[in-house]
């Protein structure tokens, strides 16, 4: 699985495998998610992924995530696109939000982070999938940071 891992995050950098994965592969995660009865979803076979939930009407989305703090770090790249998630802007208007890891459901608050904030956390995030840079500089617009608080 590291091999697979280490091969993905090379891939990951890539235009094409950033318009494939965004188009297939949170489908794909919700729908084996669903089917496992929550044991797994594809990402998380080689990276820490979460399910975030904002309201009771939206899909989950999954995202890769850093624990930190007593709580996780998400990045809004959207696949370096150029407009943000909606999951981030539901959560900055506050929407009821939670997290699924590991069949356990928790709601959270979403805080966004400074740009200080950020400058200090982005290693992590980067140590958990470099192409978040990539998606950065493509996107052509600040990356919004939160960090999911239980509450």
């Known amino acids: 699985m590291r091999h697979l891992a280490a091969m993905v995050k090379r891939l990951g950098h890539r235009r ?5 994965g965004a188009r297939v592969l949170p489908s794909l995660d919700r729908a084996a998610h ?4 929550g044991r797994w979803m594809v990402a998380a076979m080689a990276f820490p992924t979460i399910l975030l939930r904002c309201g009771d009407t939206t899909k989950p989305v999954p995202l ?4 930190h703090g007593g709580g996780y770090l998400v990045a809004a790249t959207n ?3 150029r407009e943000h998630p909606k999951w981030s802007t539901r ?6 939000a ?7 459901v928790t709601a959270v608050r979403g ?6 904030e950020v400058d200090v956390v982005w290693p992590l995030l980067l140590a ?6 990539t998606y950065r500089s493509r996107s052509g617009r600040d990356i919004r940071v939160f960090r999911l608080h239980p509450v």
């Open 91 to 96: 959560l900055l208007d506050g929407c009821a």
């Open 79 to 81: 696949w370096g696109r």
């Open 64 to 67: 890769l995530y850093v624990r």
């Open 111 to 116: 805080d966004r982070l400074s740009q200080a």
């Open 34 to 37: 669903r089917v496992s009865g």
């Open 16 to 20: 094409w495998f950033a318009a494939a």
């Open 128 to 133: 958990v999938w470099p192409a978040f840079d």
């Open 98 to 104: 939670s997290v699924e890891i590991d069949r356990k």
